[in-house]
């Protein structure tokens, strides 16, 4: 048994204080609409996340610059509801962002091209269908005022690549990730394609760095399982109860946990902390052992939960 889940109630209660300035709580919270709209409250927007919830349970996005109500699809996977969601917001859809190769997030690229014959279709791999744009590590794209760099990420797929986006005219504005499969909220994906020294990376040394309040856009609904496994391996973490907590509410009103920010994961997800002593005691390894080791065991350790 998880120890520490009596205490959820009163984390959740505390959540507040732990994390009061987050831009992922407040956006979660107060949205009651299918398709949210992201901002910082000490600004105004410039530019803006509409998530599009598709297949069982996957996101894709639109990123939209206010400047001229351009927009990018993010792993448009279902067209046709990325499409109604562009018209719902009253945006024209210039470039789709693929992150990997997957059906699920670049199955829908070939009908959405057709559909739209003069769409950029970017990823990081050949194998994404559709590509018109190979992009690379530190590659930049620019739609309206909408900045993108290209972050390369490869364990999941071989050609898994983030982007990481934000608003020329807004500099102010926390910039936003779209991580695929690399990063979930409270988790990664599995190394279908590559090695714990390539996680280790992405995570490590590309993420973590970022300032922390950029946020989190994540490939799919994984949050609570997700967090309830971390509960396994960290049943202490106040941060994680807390966070636990709060999604374990939002998901039971069907709501979406997205997005988090990279601040927050740094408090709670696993995978994010393998440098932490605390993160190798719950797997009981040995003191000292290598983050990359950590990494690797706690991979395997969640593959083989049964949550």
């Known amino acids: 048994m ?24 407040q956006l979660s919270n107060q ?11 000490s600004a105004p927007s410039k530019m803006r996340v509409v998530p599009v919830p598709v297949n ?6 639109l990123v939209i610059s206010e400047k001229d109500n351009s927009a990018v699809a993010v792993d448009p996977a279902e067209p046709e509801k990325v499409l109604a969601a562009a018209q719902q917001e009253g945006v024209k859809i210039h470039a789709v962002l693929t992150t990997h190769h997957h ?6 690229n070939q009908d959405i091209l057709a559909k739209l014959p003069h769409l950029k279709i970017y990823g990081g791999d050949d194998r994404v269908l559709a590509i018109t744009d190979l992009v690379h590590d530190k590659s930049t794209i620019q739609v ?17 690549v983030l982007y990481q986006v934000s608003d020329v005219d807004a ?3 926390p910039h936003a990730l779209f991580t695929g499969d690399t990063l979930f909220i409270g988790g990664c994906g599995r190394f279908f394609e590559g090695t714990a020294d390539q996680m280790y990376h992405a995570l490590v040394e590309v993420i973590a760095p970022l300032p922390s309040s950029t946020q989190v856009w994540c490939g799919h609904e994984y949050t609570q399982k997700n967090l309830q496994f971390a509960l396994t391996v960290e049943p202490d973490n106040k941060a994680l109860q807390a966070k636990y907590a709060w999604a374990s509410q939002v998901r039971a009103e069907s709501k979406n946990t997205v997005p988090s920010t990279v601040g927050e994961e740094l408090q709670f997800n696993p995978f994010m902390r393998v440098t932490e002593t605390s ?11 290598s983050p990359i080791e950590v990494m690797r065991v706690l991979r395997q350790t969640k593959d083989n939960w049964k949550g």
């Open 31 to 41: 949205s009651n609409h299918r398709f949210s709209r992201a901002f910082h409250a």
């Open 56 to 61: 069982d349970d996957n996101f894709a996005y």
């Open 279 to 289: 993160v190798a005691q719950g797997l009981n390894l040995a003191a000292g052992t």
């Open 103 to 108: 059906l699920d997030h670049a199955g829908g």
């Open 171 to 173: 500099p102010t504005q």
């Open 2 to 25: 998880l120890r520490g889940l009596t205490r959820l109630d009163s984390a959740f209660s505390s959540f507040r204080r732990l994390l009061p300035s987050s831009p992922a709580f």
């Open 144 to 160: 309206s005022s909408l900045h993108i760099h290209v972050h390369f990420t490869p364990c999941h797929t071989k050609g898994h």
